[in-house]
């Protein structure tokens, strides 16, 4: 099940960046499991990783890697993923998989092996099938286009229990240049992103130098990807990778600065709310809108406590208009002395909570109607502040609890 | 559906101290929806209360006639408990019902109207139906006695989504001298106790010092319902209130004060376990024992992030070995500097992970035979420090969407 359309577009070549799949049978036989992108020599690369302790290896060594590219001030020249094992709780050999991996991509592609970065999705514990993971590589690098084809099949090559390839982009006018940002993203379970969601990867043909580039991403994911949330659970494999070609327009004043910025967001959280949409078992696509908070955190806090609460869910599920529960959520929130009085609650345009109770023109009709939509938003207004956040999430549906108690994921 | 036995005990008599019922038609007719608790004069009674900020206007209440009661060196008479109605987001009209059932009890048993606190539980922010509700008092009135079926009656009137009644007693000898301890309680679903569960009622005829009353009932609060969880989200009604009737044994020493201690957290635990063994669509048991952390705080954040998780429940619901989001759900819990090399995780006697993967002699078959059973032990061993604690939950199963989805609760 999913909500709403995503429509993958038809994406713009970002020149010199290319893309190849492989059917490398690392779970199951006959789907696209195997991506390699590369990137052209001069570009630069940014990462944001799970903050999870049990990172996976390939995390670590993608970390290590990119380190070592900055030392040198170079950019990553590729990444290679694979979905069907997320080579996580695997220990030393799990490092030295994701190892073998980088080494033997450097060397059918004559670069340094610290220039490839490995990540991986799919069922945490399980050792890498190696031989058919590097089986796959020369027909992935055979396949390398920068068409809107091979960033389609990217798009799918990196799903696990998805159902739909995910992608974004824009084209922004900057001066009287244009520079392109193409993106494409993976999730549906054990999203709870925190410093990235489980697999994305945005790139543009912008030049951008290396600090400004890492503070860009910092600030889109904050908005997007760590604005989201399926089912509270953070994975082990949460990466988010920005490329800067630098083939494209100079972002450099602060009018393009503020273009580009804004383009990136919208990619970003278009790819964020693909995930939700996308989400285990969800039928409902929701946003939690916090304002009148204390600070960002405390809005964050309020959002994020209601958007886990299974009764909030289990009533989006069921299309009840129970405030109590929403009520309760927010009751439950971690706020400082906090005056539930001055407390509001709007569910679509529909005024349901103020002063500690049910609003006076309540009527279970009106609430009714709008938790029937597939696409609800729930406004809550603390009334003790000037900040906001907004976060996006699903409901906790039937096929969630089969797609997580019938299968190995 | 509920996990493994839980028996109504048969209630020793405490004297002075008895419960009547009746059958009101709060929600539904047919069932014990009001309970009256008479406690004798010169009774102590300690409450703890919900921390939920939307709490409900019973909690307000209750709160104020019983620091009203300490004002003036006395302790509460009348308990009136009603279920059907939790009477919470009811803003002010929910604080005059309170009010006026507590002055109809007062004026039928011929007492001051703070000596009565009052309790609901049930659907959220619909208004109390006082017209039935006062037209039970007499009958509750009426019934009051001290014996077993009073007890066990009282039991069944305070359920709401629960499958079976709550009990648990301790008869103790201190010299040559015995104290009882009866408690009931009721709770299913949103059911993250923080300070005390949903409701319950503990009583004793041992004479305590108030002061030592309130501490004892924190403290065993502490380790009992506040160490439950089946679905993270804390309700707006809980409370769990201690009486002491004084009429028998004085607890004084040392000695005895160990005994009476041990004896209450007995009580009080088996009480919040028979709540996760009644959790909303549970089919599983389980315990969360975490071990070796730096603070006791740290030992619950982990403890309490993988019962929440709602991938490890759904792996429990299905008897899935999958330690790998076990694993994750450690990992993502707010530990400082945390080195996940040196935890260890056993499912029941089996050691799933150690050294930040599979731990080497692991095999499915007998991760699968541990994950069969109707009752788990999950103990994480951080290798950080000297705290523990230990935490109680069930699994998310299809029942429990059903239960939350299907009706208004």
């Known amino acids: 099940m999913a909500v709403g359309e995503t429509r993958f577009p038809e994406m713009p070549v970002i020149e ?3 893309l190849g799949t492989a059917m490398a049978g690392i779970k199951k036989p006959d789907r696209r499991d195997l991506v390699v992108i590369e990137i052209p020599e001069g570009a630069r690369v940014s990462g944001a990783f799970t903050r999870n302790a049990f990172c996976a290896a390939p995390v670590t060594v993608a970390r290590e890697h990119l380190a070592a590219c900055s030392a040198h001030g170079e950019g990553a020249r590729y990444l290679v993923i694979n979905t069907g094992n997320a ?5 030393e050999t799990g ?14 592609a004559g670069v340094d092996e610290r220039s490839v970065l ?20 020369p027909t992935a690098l055979q396949g390398l286009d920068d068409g809107a084809t091979a960033w389609r099949e990217a798009g799918e090559g990196i799903l696990t229990t998805d159902t739909r390839a995910k992608g974004a982009s824009v084209t922004l006018a900057l001066g009287n240049q244009t520079v392109t940002i193409n993106g494409i993203a993976k999730g549906s379970g054990m999203i709870r992103p925190d410093m990235a969601t489980m697999l994305a990867f945005v790139a543009t043909d912008a030049a951008l130098e290396p600090v400004l580039l890492d503070q860009l991403l910092r600030e889109a994911v904050e908005r997007s990807f760590n604005c989201i949330t399926v089912d509270s659970d953070t994975s082990t494999n949460d990466a988010c990778m920005l490329i800067s070609t630098g083939r494209g327009a100079v972002v450099e004043d602060e009018a393009d600065l503020a273009i580009f910025r804004n383009g990136l967001q919208r990619v970003m959280t278009e790819l964020a709310q693909a995930v939700i949409r996308d989400g285990e078992g969800a039928t409902k696509f929701v946003t ?9 955190r405390e809005a964050l806090d309020v959002a994020f406590t209601v958007a886990h609460s299974p009764l909030v869910k289990t009533a989006l599920y069921a299309s009840d208009a129970n405030w109590g529960r929403i009520l309760a959520a927010v009751g439950r929130a971690p706020v400082e002395a906090f005056d539930v009085e001055r407390v509001t609650i709007d569910l679509g345009e529909v005024r349901l909570v103020e002063r500690g109770g049910r609003a006076p023109g309540y009527t279970e009709e009106a609430g009714s109607a709008v938790m029937a939509r597939e696409e609800i938003v729930i406004r809550i207004a603390l009334g003790r502040g000037e900040q906001s956040a907004t976060v996006w999430t699903s409901d906790l549906s039937h096929d969630y609890v089969t797609i997580n108690a019938d299968y190995r994921s």
């Open 16 to 18: 010199g960046l290319r």
């Open 87 to 91: 080579n996580a709780g695997t220990g």
């Open 95 to 108: 490092l030295e998989d994701a190892r073998a991996t980088c080494a033997e991509l450097a060397r059918l």
């Open 118 to 137: 490995p990540f991986s999705t799919g069922v945490i514990g399980e050792p890498l099938p190696m031989e058919r993971l590097l089986a796959g590589l």
């Open 288 to 296: 939690l809108q916090v304002d009148e908070a204390r600070s960002r």
